[in-house]
């Protein structure tokens, strides 16, 4: 059975306001809760929460494949970081095997906060990043976690990459943080792809616009926000240090615009960054973990997240 409930626009800003005001706890035990003892006994989850029954279905399930993959210590945490992202990227690099290392390529990926930890699964990673001081803070990331000889950076930049890196030759790519700095996205996306051998995964995490609206709205700063809003690029204005913010329409569009087929479109930090400081500081880890796993894939509260992060595959054909 279907069950499809409206997303109305009035949801969608309901939501915040309703983050705010019962704070993590509450809303963690109703949503999951509830979610979680209809999903079992197999009722849809009623209308209350303007949800899609089918995708909280998947995303009731998705929540338990992804407790079933093991994830790095190093890369495990409150909920309130990027885990979700870890955890996916960790399952690609896991479909290789043992004795196969994975050969993952990681562009901006600065001082190692990805590719170290892939490097201690057993990762062959290469990093290619433009700043100097990121690739020494990388080095010294991954002489610490005694990854070294797994690590191999590489100064350079997207647009340069077919000059740096052979092409055709990384199982996953990353590029994490660097898409709203680049001159030119659909170049850069191209030359992603072009690094990726047939049937690998370009793995994208990108600012979300919809979040950077909220967050400044609700810190007061309502011109930034609607500048935010109706700007082409989702720029505050020229200072903006980042320059364009993405949806997930947008961020789809791209992706597939490339050739790629998007297999997954998830938020990261749905929730947390919203939280005033001190319901997140009492909040439980658990619950604001339980609450972001599912949020991160459920609409509309995918799309307020301060990150969004897209795993597209390279068709193994083409
Ligand atoms: C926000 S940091 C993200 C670092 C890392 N990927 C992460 O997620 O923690 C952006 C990184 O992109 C790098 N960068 C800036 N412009 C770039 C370009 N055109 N090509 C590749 N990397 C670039 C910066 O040096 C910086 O290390």
Known sequence: MRTTCSVSLSS????????????????GRMVIAETRRRVLSGQPPGACWALEWDVVNRSAKDVEAREDVPVHPATVNDGAGSALVHRAVQ?????????????????GGGSGVWAVPLATLGCQVTVVDPSPDALASLARRAREAGASDRV????????????????????????????EVVDEVPRAVEALVSALTPGGVLSVLVAGR?????????AGRLADAMHVLTDPDGRIGPGDPLLRRFDVD????????AGLDVELIQGDTVVADLLPSSVRASASGAALADLEAVASSVA???????RLHAMARLPATS
């Open 300 to 306: 509309p509260l995918r799309e307020i997240a301060s």
């Open 152 to 179: 191999t950076a590489v100064q350079g930049d997207v647009d340069c990459l077919g000059e740096v890196v052979a092409g055709g030759a990384a199982d996953v790519v990353l590029a994490h943080g660097v898409l």
């Open 12 to 27: 969608f800003w309901f939501w915040p306001d309703a983050l705010l005001c019962l704070g993590v706890r509450d809303l």
């Open 91 to 107: 399952r690609a690099v896991r479909a290789y095997g043992a004795g196969t290392p994975c050969r993952v390529l990681d562009v």
């Open 210 to 218: 919809a979040a950077a609206v909220l967050h400044r709205a609700l």
């Open 250 to 257: 947008g961020l789809s569009t791209l992706l597939s615009g």
